[in-house]
């Protein structure tokens, strides 16, 4: 099984929803499994079964969850049958596959009959009107803005399907986000536009950026003093707060009298990670909360993948490789010019700058697994030796271990 979620966002940046997608087999290793229908388990809903196994909210925390549904699982009774989750918090989603066959549109009516959502995408402007029945019956539509004319399909579904709200998708520059996002015809932004990296220009950091920079700069030191970091996080009431969550978690003891001593029983090693961690979250304060989403998961998923690249000497390298992945993103500046505020190792700035070194593949493989990249991700499991299992474990350990940092 691989699984990830790709963030839907409202105008504000806000996560509106979430999308599930999954693959059961390694298509590369089973090419004769490609397709519908085939003996691939096309007639299960894998999302609806990750979901009964991890539970909605670990997977998406509140938000809702599109749920992609095969022209064949959606005859599925399972799909019925769950009871583990309202089925308000689910949007079946569909595409192109199913067809106007009045099986089809029956199967549509029953899911709505019982409380889905529904939802559709690839979708060519040519099927528009054949697809009308599977339309009327459709909450959402994902209009792909690489392919269509977003303005003219607006005006069209304004006019023929008034009552199905639009999503935007494939979106990949904030230029044209911020063209778009005050339309109340677009129901939500899907692509890489939220993080798509600063290439150039010279931005300002500002001055309480700038401290959370130079505790980085401190604790990546090679050298670094205990002590001197525990003075400078007591400086600071959201790191300090945070600290001592950490420490209670860990310890009955609740003798814990000064910054220094919470920090000393952490130890040098464990701060050290807590800090890049807790830091980290506090620099993206002013993001989209998707940013810090992505820069936690990418460090936990790093980090569990290091036995499978035979890099666990480097599992801490590898930790704040994902960490600072998007450190551009949150200083608003190039990856080179961000880590050369921070002190990182040299194979972790040629792996973010360059995509070489010994960490590279490691990010190549994460980048394509959270871009639900199915075939590439197959390819390169394929090159490093490694069993779809084991990268997908952990991935869902980082998706358990994000939301026991984030959500504790």
Known sequence: MLATLIPLFDKDLKVFAYSLFSQKVDLLKNP???????????????????????????????????????????????????????????????????????????????????????????????????????LDLMDYIFIDSKKVDVAKAKIYFGQVHPKISIIVGNLTDMEKFEALKDDEAYAAFEGEFYRIPITKGDAQVSPLKANYLQLLQMVNDPDFELTRAADVIGRDTALVLELLKMVNRMTVNNGITTIRHAAAMLGQKELKRWINTAVTKELCSDKPNEITRLSLLRAKFAEDLAPLYDLKLKSSELFLMGLFSVLDLILDMPMAEALEKVNVSKDIFVALVDHAGPLAPVLELITQYENANWQEVSRLMMVAGQDTNDVYNAYINAVHWYREVFFA
Request: charged share 25%.
């Open 32 to 134: 004769g499994m490609q397709g519908f229908g085939r003996n691939d388990g096309a007639g299960a809903v894998n999302g609806l079964d990750l979901i009964k196994d991890m539970g909605i909210d670990t997977l998406a925390n509140d938000m809702d969850v599109f749920v992609p549904v095969g022209n064949i699982a959606i005859f599925s009774p399972d799909i019925e049958e769950q009871m583990f989750v309202p089925r308000k918090r689910i949007i079946l989603l569909f595409d192109h596959m199913i067809t106007t066959d009045q099986n089809y549109l029956d199967r549509l009516n029953q899911l709505k009959g019982v409380g889905y959502r529904l939802a559709i995408r690839k979708l060519q402007i040519a099927e528009y009107q054949d697809f009308k029945p599977v």
